[in-house]
């Protein structure tokens, strides 16, 4: 299979950058969203070790029996969080639910918060095995890492967009952002078996950032069609688009499609976190990118209700 060309983004030195620097690192980072919708990172500042550490705890959660982690399954819970199986996802239809498990880890809230006692769906308390403590102490931390990474690709997108570095932040405050922790077990090669993985799908969020562990899986569909291997790169994440940011560019970055297939005979553990707004931000088309001859294309929507549009019709609870 052919291996996508996709650039590395140094976020580092468009952190530390004057505005020349920061509007040519931007620019590169735009190029990639309006062609590829992906790309690399790297100095995104968050330590090996802190992903590391979360393989590690996430791979003693999911070689428990069943009857363990069913304790902490999504459907027990009314805020999609916890635990999920075999079949219970199942982002292309055609395939059927997806062979893989997860573990999803979001913005932890008190249960005496207004949105949670409301019922909205992403706000509200974790959900966590008891007898683990170090797992919740290692996905908490690699969450928390991810939502500040999460802020910078935001000011790495807006300056790229012709807007101020902090166009976005009124929005980030309290993100309904989940971060999936995901096990591709390995699965016998004997022609039968069907491999582990997710099927192809374009992510709903904004953006999605993900770590590999360096076991290849990871697919991305080509504009002519073709499927590429996006390579692990050691020291660096995969970014890629999701649907609302190419509603708020008008289609000028691209959410594109993308799969994993586990074939490698090993264990395969991928973090993948999403960077969101808050649940009632209302995304409606950057004037950037729009004009009198470019019309929007999509109606305003709050980002709440489009995200729980596409969980209804993904997942086997809800």
Not at 11 to 33: N, P, R, W
């Amino acid at each position: 299979m052919e291996i996508a060309s996709l650039p590395i983004i140094d976020l580092e030195s468009f952190v530390e950058g004057d505005a020349a620097t920061k509007q040519q690192i931007s620019q590169a980072a735009v190029d990639a969203c309006e062609s590829a919708g992906f790309f690399y990172v790297s100095g995104h500042g968050i330590e090996e070790q802190v992903f590391e550490s979360a393989k590690r705890a996430a791979l003693e959660f999911f070689r428990m029996p069943s009857e363990f982690k069913a304790k902490v399954h999504i459907s027990q819970f009314p805020h999609h969080r916890g635990y999920g199986g075999h079949h219970d996802v199942y982002p292309d239809v055609s395939k059927g639910g997806d062979i893989r498990e997860a573990y999803k880890v979001a913005l932890d809230l008190s249960e005496d918060d207004p949105d949670y006692q409301a019922g909205i769906t992403l706000y509200g308390p974790n959900v966590w095995p008891r007898e683990m403590p170090e797992f919740k102490e290692a996905l908490s931390c690699a969450y928390d890492h991810f939502q500040v990474l999460s802020n910078t690709i935001f000011r790495l997108f807006a300056v790229g967009l012709g807007q101020t570095e902090e166009f976005f932040a009124p929005l980030l405050e309290k993100p309904a952002s989940v971060m999936n922790v995901n096990y591709y077990a390995p699965v016998p090669q004997d022609g039968v078996s069907e491999p582990s993985g997710i099927g192809a799908h374009n992510d709903y969020e904004a953006f999605a950032m993900l770590w590999q562990d360096g076991v290849k899986g990871l697919q991305i569909q080509s504009l002519s069609g073709e499927w590429q291997a996006v390579e692990p790169v050691p020291e660096t994440l995969v970014i890629n688009i999701g649907e609302l940011m190419q509603h708020w560019t008008n289609d000028r970055f691209r959410a594109t499609p993308h799969r994993v297939i586990n074939v490698s005979g090993r264990e395969r553990v991928s973090l993948a976190c999403f960077g969101n707004t808050n649940y009632h931000a209302l995304i409606e088309c950057i004037d950037s990118c729009c004009s009198a001859d470019e019309p929007a294309r999509y109606p305003p929507v709050l980002a709440g209700d489009y995200l729980m549009a596409a969980i209804k019709r993904t997942y086997a609870y809800a």
